[in-house]
């Protein structure tokens, strides 16, 4: 007897892209004839028949790797939503997830391999940002702006016992920079000084450092604080005022923990002769472009004041351009 040709409720959910035929006497069928009852055999048959699925994969692993790398890919994401779920597919699975690193394409393997601390970005522009600085230094940056991947890098430890897996957090960035070597002090903490009078309406703080890429001029950093600040104030230019009233109490509790900053490469060319520029309105028109291009190259999102600060500011280069050539 053709009971149903629907096998779902005697497979597990995550095993969704298998097809099962299945011959049996042991299951007792509805009255209807188009289903089996939910009783404690179902339940035994369903973990055995999710115990087999699970030693096959493993197999595979051993004896047909290619065939699992294919299934892995093909079926990406359901893969990794099941492997922060259980932990033999977990083990089963992650060293064929690929990831997205500093490094590039990395494999699970390699991280499982890779006997240095593992430091992930919870955003894509994020990472985007700053994992040429990462590649600089030889060290190892995951994008985790991708869904599941966090989840996936922090149970790590079920695989390699030691491994260190940590969030970049902004201090962290801070150390990794280096301190400038500067041929005239004085001039570099004149536009250090230019820079924080310049941003200070933005509420972010300037420093010197020095990192590749050196065709980098500036990084913008913020903790989790400034982020959800930003957010706020970005949602406030939006809302009606009944709404915008709300959003600045909401504010009002992040503004004491929110740190941001633009970090000036003092290897790059471009600052190099701005601390050479005399001229205060050029050079504060330098640094607030700088400034907007850093947030659009983080991918932060921009407020309308910083927008038009970049529309005004353009329009002000291309006139003295103009001027100068007349």
Not at 220 to 245: H, K
Not at 262 to 275: A, E, F, V
């Amino acid at each position: 007897m053709l009971l149903t040709e629907d096998g779902a409720r005697l497979l597990p959910k995550w095993a969704f892209f298998l097809r099962c035929f299945l011959n049996t006497d042991g299951l007792r069928p509805t009255a209807s004839r188009e289903d089996f009852y939910e009783d404690e055999v179902l339940l035994r048959a369903k973990e055995e028949l999710s115990d087999c699925i699970v030693q096959y994969l493993q197999k595979l692993s051993q004896d047909n790797d290619s065939l699992l790398q294919r299934i892995v890919r093909t079926h990406r994401l359901a893969v990794q939503s099941v492997a922060v779920e259980d932990d033999s597919l977990y083990r089963a699975f992650f060293p064929y997830l690929t990831f997205e690193t500093s490094f590039g394409t990395c494999t699970g393997s390699d991280l499982i391999r890779y006997d240095g601390e593992i430091t992930y970005t919870h955003f894509m522009d994020e990472f985007r940002q700053v994992s040429a600085i990462f590649l600089a230094k030889g060290a190892l940056l995951v994008n985790a702006g991708y869904t599941y991947v966090r989840q996936l890098l922090e149970r790590l430890t079920l695989l390699r016992p030691d491994a260190v897996v940590s969030a970049l957090q902004m201090q962290e960035l801070d150390t990794m920079l280096e301190k400038p070597q500067l041929s005239d002090p004085a001039a570099a903490l004149c536009l250090l000084a230019e820079s924080n009078r310049v941003l200070q309406p933005f509420e972010c703080e300037a420093a010197l450092k020095r990192f590749e890429p050196l065709e980098l001029p500036v990084l913008y950093t913020v903790n989790e604080e400034a982020l959800l600040l930003r957010d706020i104030r970005n949602s406030m230019e939006q809302a009606n005022p009944l709404f915008s009233g709300m959003l600045e109490a909401f504010a009002g509790e992040y503004h004491s923990d929110a740190v941001a900053k633009l970090y000036l490469n003092t290897d790059n060319p471009l600052i190099r002769r701005m601390m050479t520029v005399h001229n205060e309105e050029r050079l504060s028109c330098c640094i607030e472009i700088l400034y907007v291009q850093a947030l659009l190259t983080g991918g932060y999102p921009m407020r309308n004041h910083e927008m038009q600060l970049l529309n005004g500011n353009l329009l002000r280069l291309l006139d003295w351009s103009l001027s100068e050539d007349n």
